[in-house]
């Protein structure tokens, strides 16, 4: 299995900038592709940026250009830069990570707040 823990969340104001870090345990070596996703009270949880085990990255429209999300494999974390936050990515974010052929896991979650 694979553990995840997340930090950098916080309170931040319109136009700001936030640096989240998933830090993945356990059974790394089966790690394939890992991501960020965010989820609001009422809302389905949603895919925000994925990274793929080699390399290749993908991120959900409404954050392209502002969201970059990049992959340490020698410290097993994941970074989320989060730059010209507005109100509406104020969300719950969750690591994920897949491993071995249908294994998932989750983060804890950490609050993000962006202030109009």
């Known amino acids: 299995q694979v553990q995840l823990v997340e930090s950098g969340g916080g309170l931040v104001q319109a136009g700001g900038s936030l640096r989240l870090s998933c830090a993945a345990s356990g059974d790394i070596v089966s790690v394939n592709a890992m991501g960020w996703y965010r989820q609001t009270p009422g809302k389905q949880r949603e895919l925000v940026a994925g990274?793929?085990?080699?390399?290749?990255?993908d991120y959900t429209d409404s954050v392209k250009g502002r969201f970059t999300i990049s992959r340490d494999n020698a410290k097993n974390t994941v970074y989320l830069q989060m730059n010209s936050l507005t109100p509406d990515d104020t969300a719950v974010y969750y690591c994920?990570?897949?491993?071995?052929?249908?294994?998932?896991?989750w983060g804890q979650g950490t609050q993000v707040t962006v202030s109009s």
């Open positions: 994920n990570a897949r491993y071995g052929v249908h294994g998932s896991s």
């Open positions: 990274v793929s085990s080699g390399g290749k990255t």
